[in-house]
């Protein structure tokens, strides 16, 4: 299993960046992947999902309305669309990947993950 993220970058307050994670050695159809983020100092934190099987998606309250979670399953890749983007969204963020059935207040936490990508960085700055 191996997830690759690239998208990241530098914009601007209210730009737009999109992240893509491209699976390996297994198809999204049976996972639940995640996308996560970690600022400096702080510890890493859940901001989407989406589920392989039916295409659910959820967010954390604080990217709600400006970021969407999509997949493509020709592709076998996860996007994250970050638009309306604020210096607090300054991060590295990961993709992850699990099989398992989560709880609802389990969807976005990184301890019930067991596939992650490298990480990489979306800084947004003036």
């Known amino acids: 299993v191996q997830l690759v993220e690239s998208g990241g970058g530098s914009a601007q307050p209210g730009g737009s960046l999109r992240l893509a994670c491209a699976a390996s050695?297994?198809?999204?159809?049976?996972?639940?992947i995640g996308w996560f983020r970690q600022a400096p100092g702080k510890e890493r934190e859940g901001v989407s999902r989406?589920?392989?099987?039916?295409?659910?998606?959820f967010y954390t309250d604080s990217v709600k309305g400006r970021f969407t979670i999509s997949k493509d399953n020709a592709k076998n890749t996860v996007y994250l669309q970050m638009n309306s983007l604020k210096p607090e969204d300054t991060a590295v963020y990961y993709c992850?990947?699990?099989?398992?059935?989560?709880?609802?207040?389990?969807?976005?936490?990184?301890?019930?993950?067991?596939?992650w990508g490298q990480g990489t960085q979306v800084t947004v700055s003036s």
């Open positions: 989406i589920s392989g099987v039916d295409s659910d998606t």
């Open positions: 992850a990947a699990d099989s398992r059935v989560h709880r609802y207040s389990d969807y976005l936490n990184p301890i019930q993950y067991d596939y």
């Open positions: 050695g297994f198809t999204l159809d049976y996972y639940y």
